[in-house]
Every structure is written in structure tokens, then in C-alpha cells.
């Protein structure tokens, strides 16, 4: 072989420019575009969260601003990048605002609690979007700032994919799914990894059809995981807000009051099919009043459904406010999806509905005010409901409070249900008991309390649906039978299929929960003229439960009321599973072994392929580059040979110095070179490998590893 003879030293290939010596370079602005990519898919795993166009917002400016603050800040200090950054942080709230907020940083700290205690859909309310937006900022703020001042490859998209992780925990309950949104960020951060190589942007077109291709697999696969079919909800472990009373007057205090005056309007309900529209659900007795231990959470719409999960029909209806105080909404039982009610909160328990002031507009509900509400109304069979058996997951369901009228709720209750053993049976009992053994008057005196209704027992033998209602339920409470009390309004005057609701309308029934079948209405108040009933709903529920009786006076369709679930079927549990502790430590780990794994086998894996890669000048520029990586100089595209000698010490210079001219000598003559001349070029390389290794300390020769550079 020739003397190589060299001129002019020429600049040797590396594989990561540096930022701060040559600017960001074409790669360094297809990668700040990836990270931008990369954030911003990230934060579009809240859409289960936000599911609108309001999600955005959040997201586009802060994916954007950080990228472009760090290309252009990309030779300047890091402080001065950040602090323009947090300028950009908080010039991308006021859109979400409206305007600068002062309370921005209190509403990004409680964000976290606020959406963990709320039903999904969240309503998109900035105070809850801040957070996405700050979340995203972060992300992209740290992987831009991470790109263009280090030689790492894939640590820019890290961050973004923390930001996923929180989507992919807080957005659990809610509709649709992540997986394509999974797969995008999968696509993404495999471009990253291309454009940060050193290698002909050929690759990048045959890679990311590859990734692609391995992203539509997993998307497939996605759904078929454990993991899928009940995923950790953290939703179950937040604090729940505490049972409030929401209005001053409780909604079974004004059926008395309203019974007296009932012209008045209250509200409008268009609707296919006339029903009870329900206002308020009380399960809570001191001896005094009924009250709502509803623990009611905010919400986008959706309501959970009940226990009952068999057949249902589906009803839509809109209502209209024209009169109702106060800050409940009627509607049928039982909601799922509610839509036109600024601040709604819903309770998951009892379906009950809530125009909350403190999380809406400030102002409670009032003429004017219309909603579209969709119940599925259940619709259980014969054989369902005959094989009942009451439900025992709430002790404070099946409460009396202490006194000495127990004795006496007892005792009526034993005699109205004597020879019923079916608890079913004993609730239809009570129920035509309360119907024929006194009778319905407006005039009756007011009040639930114990003394008021020992009194209506004993002596006037007459009362609204307040009291019949309150006694039902405490009478099935004396039987073990879990009972509610119900406030609601008939279905109204119907006129071209609105139904016009007043005042008069208003009624309470009680309601007993079943296994599986859930609360079950019951209407112990009898009719205007005695037992029966002209009102629709109440005249084909009192119907239902008269052929019933009969299917039980028959035969064959007694049951205990001491049923139990089978032995096989005990402690089974819904959703059971890992601990999401355990998932989440399994799961960790798993990611810690792959990213060790790879950390391990990935440079023995490019040394390999440089060292048998293409002709013999491809092996010999090869051995050049595994030569600048193992000295740590594999971000400085722009050195010479020259410049690399340079500094050195003897023991290095010995053998780098005959690579170096070996390799000048590929740039003029490549098709000179030899297999020998190759064999030479990593010859010496294993030398200077082994004098580096010698000379770098093994927490550095670490961390270089671990960060894959």
C-alpha cells in the first residue's frame, strides 16, 4: 500500500452533531419536530378524559412553543431557554382562560385531585385542562432542551411518555381507547431513534414502515391483554368527596307544602313514553328527616350505570325549567348521559343529578335552564324479580334509629307480611298493607319524623305520600330489607308530547335493593278515591306486583329470604385481579430488564456490524467511528483527524494515529483499500478501546452505557 499522504486532514463522520458547535442541523430540526410529535400525541391520551376540540387548545401551544424556543436558544445557556419557556408556559394559558388567571398555578396543584374525583367525561373547564397543558409543556420542554444538548438518542421522548402514562391512568373510566394513540407514539419514537443515527435518511423510509407495521400488531394484540379487560382505576383509592346536604329544605319537606298550591308549573319533559321523573334519593333516617348521604362528583355527562345490567329500555327526554327551585334535576331512572347542565355532578350510587353552583356558572338552575338527559329504564322479567333476594353491602340501608316506636314498626310490619317468607313477597305486602289500611288526604299534618308518623299509625290513619312513603321504608328496615326514600313528580299533563309538570305532581315512593336487580320501586300510597291508582306508572307497578302475589300463592315460586350465594360462587369478586401495586411493580421492572437488556446488547451489536459491515473502506471508516465513541467523542462531527490526535495521550496516540491515516486514506482512494488494510484499521482500534477503557472510570464507562451513547 502507497504512503498515504495527506494534505489536508479531512473531517471524519460521526453520528450525533452537537448542538452547541454547529447549531441544530437538519437532524436536529426533524428530531425538535418528532419531540413536538411526540408530546403532543402524548397529551391527546387525555381524550378520554376531554373528549372535544377543547383538548387542543391545551396541547398545540404547549407541544409547539418549547420546540421553538430551544432551536432557537440551541447555542445559548440553558437558563435563559427556560426562563422562555415559562413565558410560553404561561402565554399558552390565557387562551385556555380567556385572559390571565391568577389562581393558574392553585388550579394546576388541585387539578390532579379534581379529575380523580370526577366521573368521565370531565367537563373541559380550565382549571382542569391546565393540567394536560402544563403536562405537555413539561414534556416538551424537557425532551427539546434534552435533544439539542446531548447525544442521546430516544431520552428526548421519555418525558412524553410520562405524560401518556398519567392519560392512560387518569382517562381509565372513560369512553374510547388508547391504542392507536399508543401506536403513534410507538411510530414516533422509533423516527427519533433514526434521525438521532448517524445513517442515510434511506433508513428512516425503510424504518418507520417497519415500526409501523409492528405498532398495527400491537394494536391488534392490545385488546386481547389481562391488563385490558380491567385496568387499574387510581379513581378507587381517591377521596371521595363527603355526603352534603344540598339544599336547605329537603325535597320530601315540600310535597306537604306543594300539595296545597298545585298549579304552579315547575318544569317540562318531552318525552316518547310518560314515566316518574325523580328528584331527589334519600337513604339516610335520624329519626327526624330523610337526607341524602349521595356523595355527588362532578362530570362531562355520563353517569355510571346501576346494579342492573339485563334488559332496559332507553328513554330520551329533554327538560325544561320553569319554575323548579333548587339545585336538583329531574329525570327518569336511570340516567346514563346528561347534556346541557353547566356544573353537573351526578351521584355514581343512586343516579341522582346535581347542578352544582360552585362548579358551574355560580348560579343555581332557574327558568330557562334545558337539558337532554338518556335513562335506561329497567325492565326485569317475571322470573327476575321472583327470585330476588335483598342485598346486604350497606348497614346504614337497613337502620332504624333508637327509640321506642321500633317496637311498633316491627310489629305492624310482621303482621302485614305474616306468611310471606320471599322478600319480595314481604315488600308487596307492606306495600298493599299501606294501600288499604289508610287512606290519602292533602290536608293530613306535615312531617317524617318518628313521633309524627307513630302518630299517623296510631291515630289519623291518613297523610300524603311523605308519610306513606317514610313508613314503608322504615317498616321493610324492621324486616332486614335494605330502603330508600324517593322524591319525584308524576309524569305530568300531557300536550303534543310534552308533558307539563306542577306542582301537584310531586309524590314520593320508597325503594328496596335487590341483588343484582338493584333499587326497585314500590308505591305504598294509595289512590285519591282509595286504593287504586288512575296514574299510569303507579297503576301498572301496582298491577305487576298483584300477578305476582298470585305466582306466589300458586307454589313453586316461594323463596328464602336467607338465600346466599353458592359456595363456589362466595368471594368471588367483579374485577378481581393483581394488586395494581404488584401490576405496577411487574410491570416496571419489565421495562428496567428490557431497557438493561438493550443497554447491554446494543453496542457489542453496532461494534459487530461496523466491524463486518459492506467493503473493507466501510469496515476501515467503520473502526473510526467505534474509535471516536470509545474515546467519547462521537457528537463531534466536525473534528479532523488532526483534531482528535490532538490532547491525546502516548499510550492512545500510539495506535490512533496509524487508524487516523488509514482512514484519510479511504476518503481519496477507497477502492484501494484492502481486507488486510481493514484488518489493520480495527486492530488498532481494539487497541485504543482497551488504553480508553484503561484510562475511564467504571461509574462513567456506566453511565455512558446505561444512556446508550
Excluded at 6 to 32: D, K
Excluded at 389 to 413: I, N, S, V, Y
Excluded at 439 to 458: I, M, N, Q, W
Excluded at 623 to 649: F, H, I, M, S, Y
Aim: hydrophobic share 45%; proline share 9%.
Amino acid at each position: 500500500m502507497p504512503a498515504p499522504v495527506v494534505p489536508v486532514p479531512a473531517p471524519v463522520p460521526a453520528r450525533v452533531p452537537s448542538a452547541r458547535a454547529s447549531g441544530v442541523g437538519w437532524r436536529g430540526g426533524v428530531g425538535l419536530v418528532v419531540v413536538a410529535a411526540v408530546a403532543g400525541v402524548a397529551g391527546w391520551g387525555f381524550h378520554r378524559v376531554f373528549p372535544g376540540a377543547e383538548l387542543l387548545l391545551a396541547i398545540a401551544p404547549a407541544a409547539v412553543a418549547p420546540v421553538l424556543v430551544a432551536a432557537l436558544t440551541a447555542r445559548r445557556p440553558l437558563w435563559l431557554a427556560l426562563a422562555l419557556d415559562l413565558v410560553a408556559w404561561l402565554a399558552g394559558t390565557i387562551p385556555l382562560y380567556h385572559g390571565l388567571a391568577p389562581g393558574v398555578l392553585a388550579d394546576v396543584a388541585d387539578a390532579w385531585h379534581a379529575l380523580l374525583t370526577t366521573l368521565l367525561p370531565a367537563q373541559p373547564e380550565p382549571r382542569l385542562l391546565v393540567l394536560v397543558h402544563t403536562l405537555v409543556w413539561a414534556a416538551a420542554v424537557i425532551g427539546a432542551e434534552t435533544l439539542t444538548r446531548t447525544r442521546t438518542r430516544i431520552a428526548a421522548a421519555v418525558p412524553a411518555l410520562a405524560v401518556f402514562a398519567a392519560a392512560l391512568l387518569l382517562g381509565v373510566d372513560g369512553e374510547g381507547s388508547n391504542l392507536p394513540v399508543a401506536a403513534a407514539l410507538f411510530v414516533l419514537v422509533a423516527a427519533l431513534a433514526l434521525v438521532r443515527d448517524d445513517r442515510s435518511p434511506l433508513w428512516l423510509l425503510g424504518g418507520l414502515p417497519a415500526a409501523a407495521v409492528l405498532a398495527a400488531l400491537a394494536l391488534a394484540v392490545g385488546p386481547l391483554l389481562p391488563v385490558a379487560a380491567q385496568p387499574y382505576d387510581p379513581r378507587q383509592d381517591a377521596d371521595l368527596p363527603p355526603p352534603r346536604r344540598v339544599d336547605s329544605v329537603s325535597p320530601l319537606d315540600r310535597v306537604s307544602g306543594w300539595l296545597q298550591i298545585p298549579d304552579r308549573e315547575l318544569f317540562t319533559v318531552k318525552a316518547d313514553k310518560p314515566l316518574n321523573w325523580r328528584l331527589a334519593v334519600l337513604d339516610r333516617y335520624d329519626g327526624v328527616r330523610w337526607t341524602s348521604g349521595a356523595r355527588f362528583r362532578p362530570t362531562g355527562g355520563r353517569v355510571p350505570e346501576g346494579e342492573w345490567t339485563g334488559a332496559a329500555r332507553v328513554v330520551r327526554q329533554r327538560v325544561t325549567f320553569t319554575g323548579l327551585p333548587g339545585t336538583w334535576l329531574p329525570a327518569a331512572e336511570r340516567p346514563v348521559e346528561v347534556d346541557g347542565v353547566p356544573g353537573l355532578a351526578a351521584d355514581p350510587q343512586s343516579g341522582a343529578l346535581l347542578a352544582d353552583p360552585a362548579a358551574g356558572t355560580g348560579r343555581r338552575p332557574g327558568k330557562g335552564l334545558a337539558y337532554e338527559v338518556t335513562s335506561r329504564v329497567p325492565e326485569p322479567s317475571k322470573e327476575d324479580l321472583l327470585a330476588a333476594t335483598p342485598a346486604h353491602d350497606d348497614a346504614a340501608l337497613t337502620a332504624f334509629p333508637p327509640g321506642p316506636q321500633e317496637k311498633l314498626f316491627r310489629e305492624l310490619a310482621q303482621e302485614a307480611t305474616k306468611g310471606a317468607d320471599a322478600p319480595i313477597k314481604q315488600a308487596y305486602r307492606l306495600q298493599s298493607y299501606l294501600r288499604t289500611s289508610a287512606s290519602y288526604d292533602v290536608t293530613a299534618p306535615p312531617g317524617h319524623s318518628l313521633k309524627g308518623l307513630e302518630f299517623f299509625l296510631r291515630t289519623t290513619h291518613r297523610g300524603t305520600s311523605e308519610q306513606f312513603a317514610a313508613t314503608f321504608a322504615l317498616m321493610a328496615r324492621t324486616l332486614g330489607l335494605p330502603s330508600r326514600v324517593v322524591v319525584g313528580f308524576r309524569p305530568g299533563q300531557a300536550s303534543g308530547g310534552v308533558y307539563h309538570v306542577r306542582s301537584g305532581h310531586i309524590m314520593a315512593w320508597a325503594e328496596i335493593k335487590f341483588e343484582r336487580l338493584g333499587w326497585r320501586p314500590f308505591y305504598p300510597t294509595p289512590g285519591r278515591s282509595g286504593a287504586k291508582d288512575d296514574h299510569d306508572v303507579v297503576s301498572s307497578s301496582i298491577k305487576e306486583s298483584e300477578q305476582l302475589e298470585g305466582e306466589f300463592t300458586r307454589g313453586g315460586g316461594d323463596r328464602s329470604g336467607t338465600a346466599r350465594p353458592k359456595a363456589g360462587e362466595q368471594g368471588a369478586r367483579p374485577g378481581g385481579g393483581p394488586s395494581p401495586w404488584v401490576l405496577a411493580a411487574a410491570v416496571g421492572g419489565g421495562l428496567l430488564v428490557a431497557y438493561a437488556v438493550t443497554a447491554a446488547v446494543l453496542p457489542w451489536w453496532r461494534r459487530r456490524s461496523r466491524r463486518r459491515g459492506g467493503a473493507p473502506g466501510d469496515r476501515v471508516l467503520g473502526a473510526w467511528r467505534q474509535t471516536c465513541d470509545d474515546l467519547r467523542l462521537g457528537g463531534r462531527r466536525t473534528l479532523t483527524a488532526e483534531d482528535v490526535l490532538t490532547g491525546q495521550p502516548p499510550d492512545i496516540t500510539t495506535h490512533l494515529r496509524p487508524l487516523a491515516e488509514i482512514s484519510n486514506f479511504v476518503r481519496y482512494a477507497p477502492d484501494d483499500v484492502t481486507d488486510a488494510d481493514a484488518a489493520r484499521a480495527w486492530d488498532s482500534s481494539d487497541a485504543v478501546r482497551r488504553a480508553a477503557r484503561s484510562r475511564t472510570p467504571l461509574p462513567t464507562r456506566l453511565r455512558d452505557r446505561l444512556l446508550l451513547r
